[in-house]
């Protein structure tokens, strides 16, 4: 909440290019916390630690790989 | 198809049954980063090739719905996350509080987009012949600020002078307008679908600590249209409020 007041008071400065850097800039923060905490990217210790940076960051192959469970599923004797 | 109460004949064990969908929401999720990538991309080049357009085009978004909402969304991503919690600890009252509260969080969503979508159509701004920027500020209502709408013509009229062909090109931002937020509003029905289903559930008490995967899943879904909408504000809500 506080990075949307953020975004809506920087849209207001004139800052040239670096308004649609600092707004996506943002959002992309926010999508973040919201993926490592909301859907437990940042709680699994198995997760891969630069898996969960990638998506948000415009990678969408990565998505799987962030996935906390992935590791653990793609080792499972039963599916190998 | 063969089961043993939460199990499913072809999985061992709950754990391995749970983390096999969530892997599974995952890729399904990267198969919708795709779809609505394809949506971002086509955004970004019409807003390079049309700036003003897509300058004057935004300012007639209202920020204040589109920030409230922003709030809204994100807040309902946190009653999802308590819901996928209370769940995994046991709470079942509180997963179907927190449920219920996600899903009225997601309606008043929806019921603002659809206050927004009436003033596009009420200003003539829905793509198609009856599409004019100028309508507004031509046929200001009681309600409106002769001096802001003073200022709102000025700038129209500018972009006018600046592309002769703003009406066409507008249309462009308010097509792609339109196209993303209603795919997101789309998406958001379909969740709030998905959570009536899980109410009714958590209702009969079917989710415990042993067994709780579809709330987790619903969960990951609920949160990645958070994540769309995050992106999607300021990119259609924010550009050139500083002139």
């Known amino acids: ?80 | 198809m063969h089961r043993t109460g939460d199990l499913y004949g072809h999985f061992q064990t709950l754990e391995q049954q749970k983390e096999t969908a969530t892997l599974g929401m995952w890729i399904f999720l990267v198969t919708e980063v795709l779809f609505f990538g394809g949506l971002f991309l086509a955004y970004t080049i019409n807003r390079s090739a049309f700036s003003t357009a897509f300058g004057i085009g935004s300012n007639t978004l209202d920020i204040t719905l589109g920030a409230g909402n922003t709030v809204v969304l994100i807040m309902s991503s946190l009653t999802m996350a308590m819901a996928v919690w209370s769940a995994q600890v046991g709470k079942k009252k509180w997963v179907s509080i927190f449920l219920i509260a996600t899903l009225v969080l997601g309606t008043v969503f929806l019921g603002v987009k659809a206050i927004e979508y009436k003033q596009k159509y009420d200003h003539h701004l829905i793509p198609g012949s009856g599409f004019d920027m100028r309508y507004r500020s031509a046929h200001p209502t009681a309600a409106d600020d002769p001096k802001e709408m003073a200022l709102e013509k000025e700038e129209v009229e500018k972009a006018f002078e600046k592309d002769p062909d703003i009406n066409a090109h507008s249309q462009l931002y308010f097509s792609l307008y339109f196209g993303m937020t209603g795919l997101h509003a789309l998406h958001m029905i379909i969740g709030a679908g998905l959570l009536v289903w899980l109410i009714k559930g958590s209702f009969a008490g079917r989710f415990t600590p042993q067994y709780n995967t579809p709330v987790e899943v619903v969960g990951l879904y609920w949160h990645f249209v958070d994540i769309v909408w995050i992106y999607l504000f300021p990119l259609l809500y924010l550009i050139d409020r500083h002139r």
């Open chain 1, 1 to 80: 909440m506080l990075g949307t007041y953020v975004t809506v008071r920087a849209a207001f400065v004139d800052l040239g290019k670096m308004n649609i850097v600092l707004a996506l800039g943002i959002a992309t923060i926010k999508a973040t916390l919201v993926v490592l905490y909301f859907m437990h990217a940042a709680t699994v210790p198995s997760a891969p630690s630069w898996s969960s940076s990638a998506p948000s960051s415009g990678w969408p192959s990565c998505w799987p790989l962030r996935s906390p469970i992935t590791p653990r599923v793609l080792t499972k004797p039963s599916l190998v």
